[in-house]
């Protein structure tokens, strides 16, 4: 599942633009690679902080965009601040299984043997501090926010920012035009009462981690642990 409060985060951005589309959706926890494949075989299912790649561009319909997301390196040692030098100076670097970052580091000649994968449940900043890996390959903002409060945090070591995707709200493949316009009109719909719209809710909030989710607008949202 997603640990304690982090599941508010992404999950609130999804139901709002909901809302605020005229839609009612609920949640419930399903696993992140099982969620893309529901999600692109299905119709008119609605997933949250989905990274657009090349990779992914034909699988879904891309609905807006909600933030930049940045990747990078963390290690307890040297800075590392490209592939090249994560690949001749790390032995094993953990990321999360069924990730974009696995191909991205696939794509740019990491083994398989240097790829240790991960879930949401694994004490993933215990694996680093530890020594049992020798980085981290993930989004920067989900690290800072794992390492809130850890009396060991300044021993974390973050490359320069690297490889941005933007993160969408998206939908399947086969989706409902009407679904896509409403949902792109609640983006910029701003309430008397709120001061933000959609998305700089979610710019604002991203450093606190996001969870993924789906929802079929008017029936279920369906947050995964990834």
């Known amino acids: 599942g997603v640990p304690g409060d982090r599941k508010g985060v992404m999950d609130e951005l999804a139901l709002e633009a ?21 999600v692109k075989e299905g119709k008119d299912l609605l997933i949250a902080g989905l990274s657009r790649n090349p990779s992914r561009e034909a699988s879904y319909t891309w609905v ?27 032995r094993l670097v953990a990321t999360h299984y069924g ?13 398989e043997r240097q790829i240790y994968e991960i879930t949401n449940t694994t004490p993933e900043l215990d694996l680093l501090i530890r ?16 390492a809130r409060g850890r009396a060991d945090a300044g021993r974390l070591v973050y490359g ?7 993160q969408y709200i998206a939908c399947s493949l086969d989706c ?10 609640a983006k910029h719909h701003r309430p008397p009462d709120r001061r933000c719209p959609v998305a700089d809710r979610g710019r604002e909030r991203q ?11 008017g029936a279920t949202t369906r947050r995964q642990a990834r």
């Open 207 to 217: 450093a606190q981690g996001h969870p993924r989710q789906a929802l079929r607008p």
């Open 176 to 185: 409902s035009p009407e679904i896509v316009a409403r949902l792109r009109q």
């Open 99 to 111: 990730s974009l970052e696995i191909s991205m580091l696939r794509s740019e000649g990491f083994g």
């Open 131 to 146: 020594g049992r890996v020798d980085a981290l390959y993930r989004p920067i903002s989900e690290i800072r926010w794992l």
């Open 64 to 90: 807006f965009p909600v933030f930049t997301l940045w990747r990078t390196f963390v290690t307890t040692g040297p800075k590392i601040s490209t592939y090249a030098e994560g690949r001749s100076a790390l």
């Open 18 to 38: 909901a809302r605020r589309a005229g839609y009612r959706a609920s949640t419930d926890v399903r696993p992140w690679p099982r969620v893309l494949r529901e």
């Open 160 to 166: 320069e920012p690297m490889q941005p995707t933007e």
